[in-house]
């Protein structure tokens, strides 16, 4: 489907963004960049700034705006349900670094390395553990947090400090993380005797994980080393083979507790594919339909058949289900005849966010009308580029996936079209869009996501001008900092009659 593949490719984009723009403060006019904080300016246009970070959590690598009214709304119905997103933090000395040049970890999605070589406790604490909580304020997109803890070793007397300090982070502000500490891994040669102290430290840390809370766990990497044997590069530092057998204990936890698809539930038209994954897992995976008459599956993709390609055939509700390494992860798909589609052009989210709260309520396919080329991340380079694509008329193609997405126009008759007002018009692939694929009869319903400028006069005649068979409706124009506000949301019921 289009948009898991548009997730992947946004969650990129938007930590840069975020980054970029926490890094700058800026926001940025037309004519060059202003410091934040004047922005009272209604001509401020803030391209991923502020609110990027609290874009809907479907596109994969934003945040979801994080009010009580957005997280309590059970009246919004149950078309989307995203799967925990889960954030890794491994924590520790140079083991901990040296398996991260082995594995790369940090090169991983939502994985994070906090670690100091030579250091112990006093370091976990006085800079490992901030870091850590800085990590975890920032990230927000991330739902659930799992900390992997590999210290010890240059400290086994701290073993009781140590644990001393999991427990009150984990009654505290740890307390909604999963703590899973790693077992101090041996040595070898002439280190045995200076570091005679790890059985025992190891026993103690075991036996504080039996007490501890539910989400405290270890990991007895110790364990297989021995059983699979082990070899080191100076009698502490492991050899690349040994991190790959260290990392493979540790993966072995981590998806057996944490791999599931990247969707709990959907719902898409009769006709319509979409594509799923799954997260959290890098074995093989193997796909099935629970109903073959509602969903087929079209095709499985990726290393190890990480995603698959489902396609709906008539309406009913069946599972998407993924076999791997004994387990099995489920999506129920809602298969629906509703002949809507809601599709949005949306750069940093804003528009994303409304057009998902639309399609949860009217329901039909959600598509992400995207460009086969990818938009600058920054943001003076944004608006340069789409000030040159106004003043040629671009028409940027757009991806396969917004094909995809779409798939046969004749199933709709009515297209809720979304799109930012960018310079007053709509951004030039909402033109490509709708000129590619046949709106003549159909109802369309536009909403714009705007900036201080609400009059989207111009950009709208436009619109009608390009689909003069069509029946289009008011403009609906939403301010990006009130996309999910409770008021946006009573007047996107109403107008949208829902
Ligand atoms: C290049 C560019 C031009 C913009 N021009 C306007 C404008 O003319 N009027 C306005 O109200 N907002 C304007 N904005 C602000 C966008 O409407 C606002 O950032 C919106 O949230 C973007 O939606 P998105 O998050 O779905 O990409 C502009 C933004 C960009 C990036």
């Given at each position: 489907m289009v948009i898991i593949k548009n997730i992947r490719k946004k969650a990129a984009f938007y930590h840069i963004?975020?980054?970029?723009?926490?890094?700058?403060?800026?926001?940025?006019?037309?004519?060059?960049?202003?410091?934040?904080?004047?922005?009272?300016?209604?001509?401020?246009?803030?391209?991923?700034?502020?609110?990027?970070a609290g874009i809907s959590n479907s596109a994969g690598g934003v945040d979801r705006p994080e009010t009580a009214e957005d997280s309590s709304d059970s009246e919004d119905g149950q078309k989307y349900i995203e799967s925990e997103r889960i954030g890794i933090i491994y924590t520790g000395d140079s083991r901990i670094r040296r398996l991260n040049l082995t594995i790369n970890m940090k090169g991983m999605k939502d994985t994070w390395v906090v670690c100091k070589s030579g250091m112990g406790y006093n370091w976990f604490v006085s800079e490992?553990?901030?870091?850590?909580?800085?990590?975890?304020?920032?990230?927000?997109?991330?739902?659930?947090?799992?900390?992997?803890?590999?210290?010890?070793?240059?400290?086994l007397w701290n073993c009781g400090t140590y644990i001393n300090k999991y427990t009150s982070l984990m009654k505290g502000r740890w307390s909604k993380c999963d703590l899973r500490l790693m077992s101090v891994n041996p040595v070898d040669g002439a280190m045995k005797s200076k570091y005679g102290a790890i059985p025992s430290f190891n026993s103690r840390i075991k036996s504080y994980v039996k007490k501890a809370g539910k989400n405290v766990f270890y990991i007895d990497t110790n364990r297989v080393m021995?059983?699979?044997?082990?070899?080191?590069?100076?009698?502490?530092?492991?050899?690349?083979?040994?991190n790959r057998i260290i990392y493979k204990a540790i993966c072995d936890e981590i998806q057996q507790a944490y791999a599931s698809v990247n969707y709990k539930c959907i719902e898409i038209n009769v006709n319509s594919q979409r594509t799923l994954t799954l997260d959290n897992y890098e074995g093989r995976v193997k796909w099935k339909s629970s109903d073959s008459n509602i969903l087929k599956i079209v095709s499985a993709r990726g290393t190890n058949n990480k995603s698959v390609t489902v396609k709906a055939l008539n309406p009913g509700t069946a599972s998407v289900m993924a076999s791997f390494g004994g387990r099995e992860a489920s999506c129920e798909v809602k298969v629906t005849d509703n002949r809507v589609m809601v599709a949005y052009f949306s750069y940093s989210g804003e528009t994303e966010t409304a057009a998902e709260y639309i399609q949860r309520g009217v329901g039909g396919n959600l598509v992400w009308i995207d460009i086969?080329?990818?938009?600058?991340?920054?943001?003076?380079?944004?608006?340069?580029?789409?000030?040159?694509?106004?003043?040629?008329?671009?028409?940027?193609?757009?991806?396969?996936?917004?094909?995809a997405g779409v798939g046969d126009m004749s199933q709709y008759d009515t297209v809720y079209l979304g799109?930012?007002?960018?310079?007053?018009?709509?951004?030039?692939?909402?033109?490509?869009?709708?000129?590619?694929?046949?709106?003549d009869g159909k109802t369309v319903k536009p909403f714009v996501i705007t900036q201080g400028n609400e009059d989207c006069s111009g950009g709208m005649a436009e619109i009608k001008s390009l689909i003069p068979n069509a029946v289009v409706g008011e403009p609906f124009a939403l301010d990006r900092e009130k996309v999910l506000t409770k008021k946006a949301k009573k007047e996107i019921k109403k107008i949208f009659a829902y």
């Amino acid at each position: 489907m289009v948009i898991i593949k548009n997730i992947r490719k946004k969650a990129a984009f938007y930590h840069i963004m975020i980054a970029i723009v926490m890094l700058c403060g800026f926001l940025f006019t037309d004519s060059g960049y202003v410091l934040a904080g004047s922005g009272k300016n209604v001509n401020l246009y803030a391209v991923g700034s502020g609110k990027t970070a609290g874009i809907s959590n479907s596109a994969g690598g934003v945040d979801r705006p994080e009010t009580a009214e957005d997280s309590s709304d059970s009246e919004d119905g149950q078309k989307y349900i995203e799967s925990e997103r889960i954030g890794i933090i491994y924590t520790g000395d140079s083991r901990i670094r040296r398996l991260n040049l082995t594995i790369n970890m940090k090169g991983m999605k939502d994985t994070w390395v906090v670690c100091k070589s030579g250091m112990g406790y006093n370091w976990f604490v006085s800079e490992g553990i901030p870091q850590i909580d800085r990590l975890m304020k920032e990230k927000k997109y991330i739902d659930k947090w799992v900390i992997i803890s590999g210290w010890g070793v240059n400290d086994l007397w701290n073993c009781g400090t140590y644990i001393n300090k999991y427990t009150s982070l984990m009654k505290g502000r740890w307390s909604k993380c999963d703590l899973r500490l790693m077992s101090v891994n041996p040595v070898d040669g002439a280190m045995k005797s200076k570091y005679g102290a790890i059985p025992s430290f190891n026993s103690r840390i075991k036996s504080y994980v039996k007490k501890a809370g539910k989400n405290v766990f270890y990991i007895d990497t110790n364990r297989v080393m021995m059983s699979k044997g082990f070899s080191t590069i100076d009698g502490l530092h492991y050899t690349e083979s040994t991190n790959r057998i260290i990392y493979k204990a540790i993966c072995d936890e981590i998806q057996q507790a944490y791999a599931s698809v990247n969707y709990k539930c959907i719902e898409i038209n009769v006709n319509s594919q979409r594509t799923l994954t799954l997260d959290n897992y890098e074995g093989r995976v193997k796909w099935k339909s629970s109903d073959s008459n509602i969903l087929k599956i079209v095709s499985a993709r990726g290393t190890n058949n990480k995603s698959v390609t489902v396609k709906a055939l008539n309406p009913g509700t069946a599972s998407v289900m993924a076999s791997f390494g004994g387990r099995e992860a489920s999506c129920e798909v809602k298969v629906t005849d509703n002949r809507v589609m809601v599709a949005y052009f949306s750069y940093s989210g804003e528009t994303e966010t409304a057009a998902e709260y639309i399609q949860r309520g009217v329901g039909g396919n959600l598509v992400w009308i995207d460009i086969n080329d990818v938009y600058p991340y920054t943001e003076k380079k944004l608006a340069a580029a789409a000030k040159r694509e106004l003043e040629s008329d671009a028409r940027p193609p757009l991806d396969s996936d917004t094909y995809a997405g779409v798939g046969d126009m004749s199933q709709y008759d009515t297209v809720y079209l979304g799109f930012p007002l960018w310079y007053g018009f709509a951004p030039r692939a909402v033109c490509t869009f709708i000129e590619c694929f046949n709106m003549d009869g159909k109802t369309v319903k536009p909403f714009v996501i705007t900036q201080g400028n609400e009059d989207c006069s111009g950009g709208m005649a436009e619109i009608k001008s390009l689909i003069p068979n069509a029946v289009v409706g008011e403009p609906f124009a939403l301010d990006r900092e009130k996309v999910l506000t409770k008021k946006a949301k009573k007047e996107i019921k109403k107008i949208f009659a829902y």
